[in-house]
């Protein structure tokens, strides 16, 4: 007797708790109505086609810097113009480089169809000689969604008196 009451109360609590709550779903349309959720746009979906003409996408002026030469401990600074040519705002979440010496600062804000921005990367050549190449990795709602821009050149060693 006492299991089959356990029974039914586990049971009513498992079905009370099931039960939609409708101030949580109005909570999560708030939320939804105020992300970036109408500018973030996935190209896949889920029958594998790909929509890579409505997106965002980014255009750079150059993407390989050569800086020649510089002196050990030196920092080589360089902006990175580009223009987004896709069809929607375009916003960068994420942009890094492989290691803490190269480091670049971007708009967080979104970039309307047709306008342009810069990425500025700054990097600093303390213990870092001879040949250099540094990636710098965009990570933006664009198809692909990563894209790359390099800084090259030479350091030359601090010669010591």
């Known amino acids: ?13 498992t079905l009370g708790a ?17 992300s970036n959720a109408d500018i ?38 360089h902006i990175y113009k580009f223009k987004n040519t896709g069809k929607v705002p375009l916003l960068i979440s994420d942009a890094r480089s492989t290691c803490g010496c190269t480091v670049p600062e971007w708009s967080k804000e979104p970039i309307a169809p047709g ?26 709602n664009t198809y692909p969604s990563e894209t790359k821009v390099y800084l090259t050149g030479f350091v030359n060693a601090q010669v010591s008196q």
């Not at 099931?18 to 109505?33: D, F, G, I, T």
């Open 40 to 77: 973030i746009r996935n190209p896949d979906s889920a029958d594998g086609a790909q929509d890579t003409a409505n997106v965002a996408k980014m255009t750079f002026e150059e993407t390989t810097f050569d800086f020649g030469e510089a002196k050990e401990g030196e920092v080589v600074t």
């Open 1 to 13: 007797m006492k299991k089959t009451w356990i029974i039914i109360i586990i049971a009513l609590f």
């Open 18 to 34: 099931c039960q939609k709550n409708p101030s949580n779903e109005k909570r999560v349309e708030e939320v939804s109505a105020a």
């Open 115 to 140: 306008q342009s921005s810069e990425i500025s990367v700054k990097f600093n050549t303390a213990g870092k000689i001879e040949k250099q190449q540094k990636p710098v990795t965009i990570t933006a």
